[in-house]
């Protein structure tokens, strides 16, 4: 279906059905208060403020908040209730106060994701399951900083693959390949 269909058929039921707006005036829908309509009703009902606003595919959660018609008292409120039904469906365990050296751990976690050429972006509690073969991993994050390193790492490579295209190596070159790959995607200096 057309979005003109879908306009022009929506307009024909509401005229059928008579409906007005607060001034007597016959209703009017433009298909964006659909959005409007769908953000609205899931943060009343409560969904995440933030899980909306993925859903609808916005960069600012702000231009979210515009869509629904609701105040931001009011989202508080519902996002309150939502941790408190989640806390209370979770094992109560989860919710305890941390050991000292579990609180360790969990910032320790942030320093051993610092890496030569950026960071590590695995969640906490999870370990590398890339066997540390970072420019080739997209959850590696860049470091600008590092654009020189970078640089030099992408051009081992070239040199690499060259070397292994030459003695025949052939198994080699598509894995050399997938990390130039991911080299090249990092900001060239
Ligand atoms: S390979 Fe990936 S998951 Fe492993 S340390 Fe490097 S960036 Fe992190």
């Not at 039921?13 to 005036?25: C, E, H, K, P, Y």
């Not at 943060?43 to 629904?68: C, E, K, W």
Request: charged share 25%; glycine share 8%; with cysteine.
């Amino acid at each position: 279906m057309s979005g003109e269909l879908i306009r022009r058929t929506l307009g024909e039921v509401l005229a059928f059905i008579g409906l007005t707006d607060s001034v007597g005036q016959p209703l009017a829908f433009a298909l964006h208060d659909f959005r409007r309509m769908l953000i609205t009703d899931a943060v009343r009902t409560g969904l995440p403020p933030h899980i909306a606003q993925a859903i609808a595919g916005h960069a600012d959660i702000n231009t979210t908040m515009g869509h629904h018609a609701v105040y931001p008292a009011e989202t508080i409120e519902v996002h309150r209730a939502f941790i408190s039904r989640r806390r209370a469906l979770r094992p109560a365990e989860e919710y305890r106060t941390p050991t000292d050296a579990e609180w360790e751990d969990f910032l320790g976690h942030f320093e051993r994701r610092e890496l030569s050429v950026g960071t590590c972006a695995r969640a906490y509690g999870t370990t590398c399951i890339h066997e540390h073969a970072c420019v080739r991993c997209s959850l590696l994050r860049p470091d600008p900083a590092q654009r020189a390193r970078l640089a030099e790492v992408r051009d081992n490579l070239i040199a690499r693959i060259a070397e292994a295209e030459t003695e025949g190596w052939l198994g080699e070159v598509d894995g050399l390949q997938v990390s130039l790959a991911g080299a090249g995607e990092a900001p060239s200096a």
